[in-house]
């Protein structure tokens, strides 16, 4: 399966931005990943295919993950942003089961999407 991401860009603190995750086909699941500079990749969120979701205390209640199945579609709802949050988000997805999120468990991957959040 292929991923594509986009929506990434430059917004100040406190703004919003929402992302977009499009795979070839179907999932089992998607997460989003991000890595900033001189930084691990670290998980941020994941949903199932059936909307089942699971946030990390990091983006809990900023950060709202949702699907669209007929469109293979992940979007990625980020509020009240902080400079923290600059990164380069990835989307990876499994095509049979729901991994943890750590990095080597996902086996297909976006390109990336560069969020910066600055003033």
């Known amino acids: 399966v292929q991923l594509v991401e986009s929506g990434g860009g430059l917004v100040q603190p406190g703004g919003s931005l929402r992302l977009s995750c499009v795979a070839s086909?179907?999932?089992?699941?998607i997460s989003w990943f991000r890595q900033a500079p001189g930084k691990e990749r670290e998980g941020v969120l994941r949903i199932n295919h059936y909307g089942g979701t699971y946030y990390t205390d990091s983006v809990k209640g900023r950060f709202t993950i949702s699907r669209d199945n007929a469109k293979n579609t992940v979007y990625l709802r980020m509020n009240s942003l902080k400079p923290e949050d600059t990164a380069v988000y990835y989307c990876?997805?499994?095509?049979?089961?729901?991994?943890?999120?750590?990095?080597?468990?996902?086996?297909?991957w976006g390109q990336g999407t560069q969020v910066t959040v600055s003033s």
């Open positions: 990876a997805a499994s095509l049979s089961d729901v991994p943890p999120l750590v990095p080597g468990r996902w086996r297909y």
């Open positions: 086909g179907f999932t089992s699941a």
